[in-house]
């Protein structure tokens, strides 16, 4: 069985939902014949390489929200991903385009190691001090983490031009199946999961796609924390 999601290092809630469709991954009794691919979105793909801003700074923009709100949904993403095992730093942030990540990441499946550097792209954004944007010597630093050729990361990050379709392609694909945000897990073009739910949901959806080949069929849409083109969610809780 094969479960793909679409996602973007830029979006929390990818960063948390992944944690927990691997905790319901995990305690699947057929885990070792599921296939998980990752694949393309980009929420901001309209931005360009050098513009940087601060995470607070973006959402207030784009949810016309105050600084003070903000950062208490920051502090509310932190505690979520807390509750994930993950480290999340709630102030000083930056968010910018991640098109050549997406593009790294693809190179990375074909050597066998996107798992790794996507593990190593999300760390780096949501928990460690130094950007990741527009910095192409910290991108093949993680690279080479994730057990990567340095100067074949660099010849990536050096042409636009590749695994630029690939990138395109998935995010053409999503828009087929009806994703307006991520993360977007489809499992076995069968079934479909919006959003960072539970990983009860999760579990519920791999054992029903089990098997299973029917047209797409959203279990959840919209209920979830997601990010789309215009935004993050912001938790409540």
């Not at 793909?45 to 920051?74: C, F, N, W």
């Not at 050729?149 to 828009?175: C, H, I, T």
Request: net charge negative; proline share 4%.
């Amino acid at each position: 069985m094969r479960v793909e999601i679409w996602s973007d290092i830029a979006c929390p809630w990818c960063y948390v939902g992944k944690a927990r469709f691997e905790k319901a991954l995990a305690a699947f009794p057929h885990r070792d014949e599921v296939e998980v691919v990752h694949r393309s979105f980009e929420l901001d793909p309209h931005r360009a390489k050098d513009d940087i801003q601060p995470v607070i700074t973006m959402l207030t923009g784009k949810y016309g929200m105050s600084e003070a709100q903000a950062q208490a949904g920051e502090d509310n993403l932190g505690r979520q991903a807390a509750a994930e095992g993950l480290e999340y730093r709630t102030r000083g942030r930056d968010h910018g385009n991640t098109f050549d990540m997406h593009r790294l990441l693809h190179f990375a499946k074909e050597q066998g190691k996107q798992e790794e550097l996507l593990d190593l792209l999300y760390r780096a954004n949501f928990a460690e001090e130094r950007s990741v944007f527009n910095d192409d010597e910290r991108l093949v630093e993680l690279a080479v983490a994730a057990g990567l050729d340095a100067d074949g990361a660099r010849k990536v990050l050096a042409d636009p031009s590749a695994y630029a379709d690939e990138v395109r392609a998935d995010e053409r694909e999503a828009a087929q199946l009806g994703a307006t945000g991520v993360p977007f897990f489809v499992i076995d073009r069968t079934y479909g999961v919006s959003g960072a739910q539970p990983a009860e949901v999760f579990t519920q959806a791999l054992t029903q796609a089990w098997g299973e080949r029917s047209p797409l069929t959203l279990l959840q849409d919209g209920d979830a924390d997601a990010c789309g083109p215009d935004g993050c969610a912001v938790p409540q809780r």
